[in-house]
């Protein structure tokens, strides 16, 4: 989490060389190709130096002709983490001859921008975790036959009213695989020191509708859950110490097995892609990460009005995402698809142009191939495209205000970065609808968001990460999505259960995908619409509501508990 590097000892510098004779088929003459040294050997060739693990030859980024050598480090590292997790797990299941499940805490792929100074630690608050934590083994170990479940605490960025209760990994990767995903719930609640942050909310009712907001995500997501925190130290979700918590947790019991009898299959239209491969790409600063990722999660995506699932890049070049006709997905956003060798390239055009797909680019997708290069992302996005090279922290705003996409939005409306990226990108496309301008260093205003429209796909890019949730609901709107609310809450939903947590309440409407025979409130335990597309409700400040939508027969043993319970 700061600039300590790692790791040294004989041991890892013998593992080292011996990954590299496997990985380049004990070719001297290829890796000394590779890593652009004449005089480097299997037996001679070392673990990065921690100048060479610090900084970068090409800003954000990396050249592999000139840092394969950090690259392969990194990756050595991440497959040896997730082969250990996999040998523990592979050692519980021989110890008990297969009866015992295993897992562990992993893949916190969607967080790790996090470092020393966000935890209070530290002031190299610059760093990011990505490539020298080791969670970048994830998708080895959703591979693995030994592997039953992994656990995260849901993401510390913002906990608190209003802000989302993520998991760290991509969670649908992981149910594609066969693994339960597990959400440590541990809400930090009124019941703990003023002081204690991590969201730390401040009564009893806001207590409650962080916890319902999670149990929402959970539910809507097929994961499992805990709840965490009843020692004096950590008095968190404790209902020795707070009453009101015992029944509390025993509906969301009950509401958990009720929903263990509904369809949670994979039904959100918004598909977002997460390249593992790319991180081997980056600097260690959480520069890039942090806006693009990390906030990008938390802020803006959750608050769309329409579900949306995550996934590893991966899995969607393996075509592991395509769904039944009519419920497939229609927006793919690609958040760092960084770097793609050619037959990725391939693989993501084969599954994307078809169908009417839209895809959502940011910043530099497919930058570096070989090496880093414009004519790379063309290649992959389908825009023209040029850069600045002066590292600055890109902001955008909107010029078009006719488009479907940026119809109705306010001409103050702005986002981006204050981190230093480099390059910085802009379109050069004369073909491309521009809808608005990426504004950088020396005050330069050009091209940074724009649309293209081919016969069988359409291609967006934005210049600058945190795209705000309006711009988002744009996008969504015009690849077809159904929005369920356009009110900025924090929205789930399968076929038959809607979440929403409201920081500020007031009226709402939400639409739903089709008639359905009943809308019932589970928390409140009310039926709110019969043979209804929509329910109309208002919403208290800092609350969460989990409507039931369907059939209204499958309320029948939910209520018989109900009327026993009053």
Same mark, same amino acid.
């Given at each position: /989490?700061?600039?300590?590097?790692?790791?040294?000892?004989?041991?890892?510098?013998?593992?080292? &060389?011996?990954?590299? @004779?496997?990985?380049?088929?004990?070719?001297?003459?290829?890796?000394?190709?590779? +890593?652009?040294? !004449?005089?480097?050997?299997?037996?001679?060739?070392?673990?990065?130096?921690?100048?060479?693990?610090?900084?970068?030859?090409?800003?954000?980024?990396?050249?592999?002709?000139?840092?394969?050598? *950090?690259?392969?480090?990194?990756?050595?590292?991440?497959?040896?983490?997730?082969?250990?997790?996999?040998?523990?797990?592979?050692?519980?299941?021989?110890?008990?001859?297969?009866?015992?499940?295993?897992?562990?805490?992993?893949?916190?792929?969607?967080?790790?921008? +996090?470092?020393?100074?966000?935890?209070?630690?530290?002031?190299?608050?610059?760093?990011?975790?990505?490539?020298?934590? %080791?969670?970048?083994?994830?998708?080895?170990?959703? &591979?693995?036959?030994?592997?039953?479940?992994?656990?995260?605490?849901?993401?510390?960025?913002?906990?608190?009213?209003?802000?989302?209760?993520?998991?760290?990994?991509?969670?649908?990767?992981?149910?594609?695989?066969?693994?339960?995903?597990?959400?440590?719930?541990?809400? @930090?609640?009124?019941?703990?020191?003023?002081?204690?942050?991590?969201?730390?909310?401040?009564?009893?009712?806001?207590?409650?509708?962080?916890?319902?907001?999670?149990?929402?995500?959970?539910?809507?997501?097929?994961?499992?859950? +805990?709840?965490?925190?009843?020692?004096?130290?950590?008095?968190?979700?404790?209902?020795?110490?707070?009453?009101?918590?015992?029944?509390?947790?025993? &509906?969301?019991?009950?509401?958990?097995?009720?929903?263990?009898?509904?369809?949670?299959?994979?039904?959100?239209?918004?598909?977002?892609?997460?390249?593992?491969?790319?991180?081997?790409?980056?600097?260690?600063?959480?520069?890039?990460?942090?806006?693009?990722?990390?906030?990008?999660?938390?802020?803006?995506?959750?608050?769309?009005?329409?579900?949306?699932?995550?996934?590893?890049?991966?899995?969607?070049?393996?075509? @592991?995402? &395509?769904?039944?006709?009519?419920?497939?997905?229609?927006?793919?956003?690609?958040?760092?698809?960084?770097?793609?060798?050619?037959?990725?390239?391939?693989?993501?055009?084969?599954?994307? @142009?078809?169908?009417?797909?839209?895809?959502? +680019?940011?910043?530099?997708?497919?930058?570096?191939?070989?090496?880093?290069?414009?004519?790379? /992302?063309?290649?992959?996005?389908?825009? $023209?495209?040029?850069?600045?090279?002066?590292?600055?922290?890109?902001? /955008?705003?909107?010029?078009?205000?006719?488009?479907?996409?940026?119809? %109705?939005?306010?001409?103050?409306?702005?986002?981006?970065?204050?981190?230093?990226?480099?390059?910085?990108?802009?379109?050069?496309?004369?073909?491309?609808? *521009?809808?608005?301008?990426?504004?950088?260093?020396?005050? $330069?205003?050009?091209?940074?968001?724009? *649309?293209?429209?081919?016969?069988?796909?359409?291609?967006?890019?934005?210049?600058?990460?945190?795209?705000?949730?309006?711009?988002?609901?744009?996008?969504?709107?015009?690849? %077809?999505?159904?929005?369920?609310?356009?009110?900025?809450?924090?929205?789930?939903?399968?076929?038959?259960?809607?979440?929403?947590?409201?920081?500020?309440?007031?009226?709402?409407?939400?639409?739903?995908?089709?008639?359905?025979?009943?809308?019932?409130?589970?928390?409140?335990?009310? /039926?709110? !619409? $019969?043979?209804?597309?929509?329910?109309?409700?208002?919403?208290?400040?800092?609350?969460?509501?989990?409507?039931?939508?369907?059939?209204?027969?499958?309320?029948?043993?939910?209520?018989?508990?109900?009327?026993?319970?009053?």
């Amino acid at each position: /989490m700061d600039s300590r590097c790692a790791d040294y000892s004989g041991a890892m510098q013998q593992h080292f &060389r011996a990954w590299l @004779r496997q990985q380049y088929g004990g070719d001297v003459a290829t890796l000394q190709d590779a +890593w652009a040294d !004449a005089r480097v050997s299997f037996g001679t060739a070392a673990v990065p130096s921690a100048l060479d693990q610090l900084q970068t030859t090409h800003q954000t980024f990396r050249d592999p002709r000139q840092e394969q050598h *950090v690259i392969d480090y990194y990756r050595c590292l991440a497959e040896l983490c997730g082969d250990l997790v996999i040998d523990f797990n592979r050692t519980v299941k021989e110890a008990t001859d297969g009866q015992a499940l295993a897992g562990a805490f992993f893949g916190y792929l969607l967080e790790l921008a +996090w470092n020393k100074s966000f935890f209070g630690a530290g002031d190299e608050g610059e760093f990011s975790t990505y490539q020298r934590s %080791g969670h970048l083994g994830f998708a080895r170990i959703l &591979r693995s036959p030994y592997v039953d479940f992994i656990v995260s605490p849901y993401s510390y960025g913002f906990r608190g009213i209003g802000g989302e209760g993520s998991p760290m990994p991509p969670t649908e990767s992981a149910r594609l695989h066969g693994k339960l995903y597990i959400f440590e719930e541990d809400s @930090r609640t009124y019941l703990n020191d003023p002081d204690v942050g991590y969201g730390r909310v401040n009564s009893l009712s806001e207590s409650v509708a962080v916890l319902q907001r999670n149990l929402a995500q959970v539910v809507t997501r097929g994961l499992g859950i +805990w709840w965490l925190g009843g020692s004096p130290e950590h008095p968190h979700i404790n209902p020795e110490r707070e009453p009101a918590f015992r029944p509390l947790l025993k &509906r969301f019991q009950e509401l958990g097995t009720f929903a263990l009898n509904l369809d949670r299959s994979p039904s959100a239209e918004i598909a977002v892609l997460l390249d593992d491969e790319s991180f081997f790409y980056e600097n260690v600063l959480n520069e890039l990460d942090l806006p693009l990722i990390f906030q990008q999660r938390l802020w803006g995506l959750p608050k769309v009005g329409a579900p949306a699932d995550y996934y590893l890049l991966q899995d969607f070049l393996e075509g @592991r995402l &395509r769904r039944p006709e009519g419920r497939g997905y229609k927006l793919y956003v690609f958040l760092n698809p960084f770097r793609l060798d050619e037959g990725r390239r391939e693989a993501l055009a084969s599954e994307l @142009r078809r169908d009417g797909q839209v895809a959502l +680019w940011i910043y530099a997708p497919g930058y570096i191939k070989d090496e880093p290069g414009l004519e790379h /992302m063309t290649e992959l996005t389908g825009f $023209r495209f040029e850069k600045g090279e002066h590292a600055w922290g890109p902001l /955008m705003h909107i010029r078009d205000f006719e488009h479907p996409i940026t119809a %109705g939005l306010s001409q103050d409306l702005f986002w981006g970065t204050n981190s230093r990226l480099g390059p910085v990108f802009h379109l050069e496309d004369p073909e491309a609808q *521009v809808l608005g301008q990426v504004v950088y260093s020396q005050g $330069r205003c050009r091209p940074g968001f724009g *649309v293209k429209e081919f016969s069988d796909w359409t291609s967006v890019y934005v210049a600058a990460p945190n795209i705000p949730a309006p711009v988002l609901r744009g996008v969504a709107r015009y690849a %077809g999505v159904h929005l369920y609310s356009e009110a900025g809450d924090a929205l789930y939903a399968t076929p038959q259960l809607l979440g929403v947590h409201t920081v500020g309440g007031g009226e709402r409407t939400f639409k739903l995908p089709g008639k359905v025979d009943a809308a019932y409130d589970l928390f409140e335990r009310r /039926m709110m !619409a $019969r043979d209804a597309d929509q329910v109309t409700v208002t919403l208290a400040p800092a609350s969460t509501v989990l409507y039931y939508t369907g059939e209204a027969g499958f309320l029948t043993t939910l209520e018989a508990q109900d009327d026993e319970t009053g």
